[in-house]
């Protein structure tokens, strides 16, 4: 078990329904990182947080999206009105420590899987 | 930009035959890359990463920045390793945010 846990593991609702996610880094880790993986494709970057500072958003987060990180440990992703298009695996990652070397390294939850009906 | 590429979707060999999962990248500056597997039903594990230059549950992976090639080896295949690989690039761009390949299913049959 790397640390990261995600919460919940799975999520059914229905198209124009809200959902939130949760994601707990390793031991508090500062860097926190969002993916999001649709069917036959590899992870794709969403956003990183730097304690509470949202510091990149990728072109994928629309503004249906938003992310938080308000005390600097665990992190909340919410999508509005979602679409049938928002159905993936919503992954989260962090290094597993500080010792050096160790930043550069992701460590990965096991995933939030949402399908929008 | 930016891109990692695996062209093999599958890859399919018999138990004890050599592996090699093919990744290419592009990227301007000075690449790290990585690879992850995720077996069956569990989260994405990471295998190895190029700096370490070490060899995990038997596979090795060397750099290539003339043929921007990453490509994953193993002399030995194990039944065990049927899982999805994922090749990774970081670096691009600050923050040390991940491009993934799209993946190579490997299936290790008896």
């Known amino acids: 078990d790397t640390g990261v846990s995600q919460d919940p593991r799975h999520k059914i609702t229905k198209r124009g329904q809200n959902v939130t996610f949760r994601c707990d880094p390793i031991s508090e880790h500062n860097r926190l990182y969002w993916y999001r993986q649709t069917l036959g494709q590899g992870p794709e970057f969403l956003t990183y947080f730097q304690n509470e500072a949202q510091l990149e958003k990728s072109r994928l987060l629309s503004d249906r999206f938003s992310a938080e990180r308000p005390k600097g440990s665990f992190s909340t992703l919410e999508i509005q009105r979602t679409e049938q298009g928002d159905s993936a695996m919503y992954l989260c990652?962090?290094?597993?420590?500080?010792?050096?070397?160790?930043?550069?390294?992701?460590?990965f939850g096991p995933g939030t899987r949402l399908l929008v009906l | 930009a930016q891109r990692v590429t695996q062209p093999e979707k599958l890859l399919s060999v018999f138990k004890g035959a050599p592996v090699e999962l093919k990744c290419n990248y592009s990227?301007?500056?000075?690449?790290?890359l990585f690879w992850y597997v995720q077996y069956s039903r569990q989260r994405l594990q990471l295998l190895l990463r190029h700096i370490s230059r070490e060899s995990i549950k038997g596979f090795t992976a060397d750099l290539n920045k003339g043929e921007t090639s990453f490509h994953l080896k193993k002399p030995f295949a194990q039944e065990e390793d049927s899982a999805m690989y994922y090749c990774a690039l970081s670096g691009a761009g600050g923050y040390n945010k991940l491009i993934f390949g799209a993946g190579t299913r490997l299936a290790v049959h008896p």
């Open positions: 990652a962090s290094p597993p420590s500080f010792r050096p070397g160790d930043e550069e390294t992701q460590y």
């Open positions: 990227y301007s500056g000075s690449p790290e």
